[in-house]
């Protein structure tokens, strides 16, 4: 079963076209991903999967249910976490935890204690969100993404202002999160992040999906040894078409 | 889930800083009005003074008498060194020295002299107070001596042949006793500190709600919340309550200065007629509610198309400029009075409802009160849910509501 079913997918922001019929699936279970340069239409179909925009045209709809019609209870379903995001920074970490485990139907003792495993901030829970780095908000944000234990999740960006070990130990989380039936739609720019993580990948380019396919797959169609080189002859050949 | 998001607005809302500056506020009026209290007891109290009479007539002591009447006399004789020290040493403010022909002069039919030796202590507002209370103690033992030298019964009714009494009408409601200048000296307060107070409370509700809405969306909080299995409806209310709530406890607390501030201007003499009933009171309350909500419900649009904090404060202009127009309309004139476009846009600004409600209840315009409830509450509906509209669009992310492409594009 796919979880999430995009169709022919355009959104329309002031004049421009900002998506031109963009169709994937993400199947139960693996981690998709997004890749394409900036302004490409990557945080406009996140956040239309996410229900916060509307399609303009085609279908969107994520566990079969339509993204416009039956967006309150795919939200029960769904944890987003926003390019750059925040938490309120005048609670604690752990304050924020129970203030969205609050939301949901299953026990917040429990959510928050896994909450506080996954974030790995160990003592620092307890301090104001004010007083986090940029990575700590962030593992913060995918604590609470995962506490809730999500049929999907939706990641714009997730590991960008990570230090190395961090972006690691993230990526190591989210791997292992698959397992337990999370299925996972990123959007990213590191290339490395994206092989090792990602079971399928689409390039989006200027509002159209232009390449997708596993990463072995990909590298092989285009004789290449990274996805990067993938990355660079695809917006080479889409840009010149 | 109300209550969780309730509970989370009222603790963005409740920073320290707003916290202290407004109790720092508080006591400000409390303190002023404290010392008003003061300089008003001071100017009740019998003046002290001292009595030097050179001359020792029958007329000279009718002065001395009906001065000691209304003060305090620390010393009647005839050496005037003594005397002054007498009073300095009492704190007192005059020695009144009668010359020795005093008694001879008015009898001889001309006008004679009394010398006033004024203690000043200093020079600020309340040091002279005493002083201005002296002259009037004056003036009554002037009276007294004309009275005296008249002779006979008429004597007080020739000095004094008319009394007017003052009855009112305003519109309909007739004052008795009080003249037109008097009951403006006592509604003047409130006419400048209710609309003040009103115009206040909206304010810092209204910006409040809007930095909260900035902020959120400053920090994306506002589009992770937005996909959170929460109704749009529970997020608009609990933003709503939460700055209405706090906005209503801060003014609270600014009363109880205002309050402690007023008393001594108000506690002279209420007049009775201009007085409301409880029933008036709760709807006076009621309108207060729904103009706070009203405004609230206007910054709730404004804080969506504002995207980062530094601007937010901006977005409160209009709601207080509003604010300002029916509070300086109200001010210079009542309600009734006002031309009739005047009267549209009065009434067309919600604030001005609770300024004038007082007033409109006292003239038994209670229809009138009525009416702006209702629109108020027409108001505020229609703008939440236009709220909860924008919240449910692309809008509240991306700015832009239905620019003229988008339009054209759905029809095509
Ligand atoms: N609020 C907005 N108003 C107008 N245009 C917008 C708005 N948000 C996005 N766009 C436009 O939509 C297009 C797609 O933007 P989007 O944010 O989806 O790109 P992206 O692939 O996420 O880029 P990046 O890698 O930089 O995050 C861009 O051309 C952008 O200009
Ligand atoms: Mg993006």
């Known amino acids: 079963m796919s979880v999430v079913r995009v169709e022919d997918l355009r959104k329309v922001i002031g004049k421009r076209e900002v998506l031109k019929g963009i169709s994937f699936e993400v199947r139960e279970g693996e981690i998709f991903g997004l890749i394409g340069p900036n302004g ?22 994520v566990l079969g249910m339509d993204v416009e019609r039956e967006a309150d209870r795919i939200r029960k379903f769904i944890s987003y976490i926003p390019e750059e995001a925040g938490a309120y920074r005048n609670m604690s970490g752990i304050e924020y935890l129970r203030f969205v485990a609050g939301f949901y139907e299953e026990d917040v003792g429990e959510m928050v204690k896994r909450a506080v495993e996954i974030s790995g901030l160990g003592d620092r829970i307890k301090d104001k ?27 714009d960006e997730p590991t960008s202002g990570l230090d190395v070990l961090s972006a690691r130990e993230v990526r190591k989380m989210l791997k292992e999160s698959t397992k337990n039936g999370l299925t996972i739609l990123l959007s990213s720019h590191n290339m490395l992040e994206v092989e090792f993580l990602c079971d399928r990948i689409a390039l989006i380019y200027d509002g159209r999906i232009v390449e997708e396919g596993t990463p072995t797959d990909l590298k092989e169609r285009y004789g290449a040894t990274n996805i990067e080189e993938v990355f660079e002859e695809v917006v080479k050949c889409s840009g010149s078409s | 889930m109300f209550w969780k998001l309730l509970k989370k607005e009222v603790r963005e809302l409740i920073n320290v800083g707003v916290v202290v500056s407004i109790i720092v506020l508080s006591i400000v009026y409390g303190s002023l009005g404290k010392a008003f209290e003061g300089t008003m007891k001071e100017a009740t109290k019998r003046p002290v003074v001292g009595i030097v009479n050179l001359d020792g007539g029958n007329l000279s002591w009718l002065l001395v008498d009906a001065v000691s009447g209304v003060s305090e006399v620390v010393y009647v004789g005839d050496n005037v060194e003594k005397a002054v020290e007498a009073v300095k040493e009492r704190n007192g403010s005059a020695v009144l020295v009668v010359p020795e022909d005093f008694s001879t002069k008015l009898r001889g039919g001309t006008k004679a002299t009394v010398e006033v030796k004024w203690i000043m202590k200093g020079t600020g507002l309340g040091d002279t107070i005493s002083t201005a209370v002296l002259s009037s103690v004056i003036e009554g033992a002037k009276k007294s001596l004309s009275a005296q030298l008249l002779g006979g019964e008429n004597a007080w009714t020739i000095l004094e042949p008319i009394e007017i009494r003052h009855s009112t009408y305003i519109r309909d409601l007739l004052v008795e006793g009080r003249s037109p200048s008097e009951i403006q000296a006592m509604t003047s307060m409130q006419n400048v500190m209710v609309p003040l107070l009103i115009q206040m409370v909206i304010v810092m509700t209204g910006s409040s ?87 609230l419900s206007l910054c709730m649009l404004l804080g969506l198309t504002s995207s980062d904090t530094k601007s937010a404060g901006l977005f409160t202009l209009p709601v207080s400029l509003l604010g300002l127009i029916s509070m300086f309309i109200n001010m210079f004139k009542d309600f009734p009075n006002l031309s009739l476009p005047l009267k549209v846009l009065v009434f067309a600004i919600p604030f001005s409802h609770p300024m004038m409600a007082q007033k409109l209840l006292l003239y038994g315009e209670k229809a009138l009160v009525v009416y702006g409830l209702i629109y108020m509450a027409a108001f505020s509906i229609t703008l939440m849910a236009f709220s909860v509209k924008l919240f449910n669009s692309d809008y509240v992310l991306l700015g832009r509501p239905f620019t003229i492409g988008k339009l054209i594009d759905k029809r095509s």
């Open chain 1, 40 to 61: 490409a239409g990557k945080t406009t179909t996140l956040r239309i999967v996410a229900t916060l925009l509307k399609p303009s045209g085609g279908r969107v709809e």
């Open chain 1, 129 to 155: 969100v004010a007083t986090y780095s940029k990575g700590m908000v962030r593992k913060l944000l995918l604590a609470r993404a995962l506490m809730v234990q999500p049929k999907l999740a939706i990641l």
């Open chain 2, 209 to 295: 709600l809007i930095t909260s809405l900035a902020m959120e969306k400053e920090n994306k909080t506002l589009e992770t919340l937005l996909t959170m299995p929460v109704r749009r409806e529970t997020i608009v209310a609990s933003k709503l309550v939460a700055s209405a709530v706090t906005g209503v406890v801060f003014a609270g607390i600014y009363m109880v200065g205002f309050y402690t501030y007023l008393k001594p201007f108000y506690k002279s003499s209420p007049i009775p007629v201009l007085q409301l009933s409880f029933g008036d009171y709760v709807l006076v309350g009621l309108s207060l509610f729904l103009s706070i909500l009203s405004g």
